[in-house]
T-cell receptor
Framework: NAGVTQTPKFRILKIGQSMTLQCTQDMNHNYMYWYRQDPGMGLKLIYYSVGAGITDKGEVPNGYNVSRSTTEDFPLRLELAAPSQTSVYFC?????????FGSGTRLTVV | GQQLNQSPQSMFIQEGEDVSMNCTSSSIFNTWLWYKQDPGEGPVLLIALYKAGELTSNGRLTAQFGITRKDSFLNISASIPSDVGIYFCAGQLGGSTLGRLYFGRGTQLTVWP
């Protein structure tokens, strides 16, 4: 049972490049979330989804997009990378309650 | 967004000491949770609290859901080196917020042998 799997673990992007952060869960959870974590700032919600085909914005959605075509997958897309998007990104899933987090993607934009 | 005030920001203690940290909010939460994050990993759930006044233990960890539903406390007894990490409180409002968690900024715990 893998839980929540995030790829890649590390990535360096140049300003203006795009990339997709992958997130897959095998627990059949309906709820999935993307957070970013900056030093000393806790976790901020970017986007979330309550089921396949349904997504909504969190606290800090600007510069990101998501899709949820299946229950298992919830990719996060950065279209035009900016230095302000340097952060650690966590995906989480939940049946409705305590989350299970992935191990994170550390992204640096230079 | 909701603001959770978590304190202290950091703690440096000696092995064997007890630890206390807390989280307060201006909003009433239906659920309080405490997570621990090890370096390079995602947060892992330690304790979940669902009722005002609830006191729950998980080994050496004890957490309480405040009576006002606006605060929560986590205590660690007889700390050991593997307790090192960042501890986060998180709250759920319930209702139409659909399971969203709001996080405190974390307490960085360092344990000296």
């Amino acid at each position: 049972n893998a839980g929540v799997t995030q790829t890649p673990k590390f990535r360096i992007l140049k300003i203006g490049q795009s990339m997709t952060l992958q997130c897959t869960q095998d627990m059949n959870h309906n709820y999935m979330y993307w957070y970013r974590q900056d030093p000393g700032m806790g976790l901020k919600l970017i986007y979330y989804s309550v089921g396949a085909g349904i997504t909504d914005k969190g606290e800090v959605p600007n510069g990101y997009n998501v899709s949820r075509s299946t229950t298992e997958d919830f990719p996060l897309r950065l279209e035009l990378a900016a230095p302000s998007q340097t952060s650690v990104y966590f995906c989480a899933s939940s049946p409705l309650g305590g989350y299970t987090f992935g191990s994170g993607t550390r992204l640096t934009v230079v | 967004g909701q603001q959770l005030n978590q304190s202290p920001q950091s703690m440096f203690i000696q092995e064997g000491e007890d630890v206390s940290m807390n989280c307060t909010s201006s909003s009433i939460f239906n659920t309080w949770l405490w997570y621990k994050q090890d370096p390079g990993e995602g947060p892992v759930l330690l304790i979940a609290l669902y009722k005002a006044g609830e006191l729950t233990s998980n080994g050496r960890l004890t957490a309480q859901f405040g009576i006002t539903r606006k605060d929560s406390f986590l205590n660690i007894s007889a700390s050991i080196p593997s307790d090192v990490g960042i501890y986060f409180c998180a709250g759920q409002l319930g209702g139409s917020t659909l399971g969203r968690l709001y996080f405190g900024r974390g307490t960085q715990l360092t344990v000296w042998p």
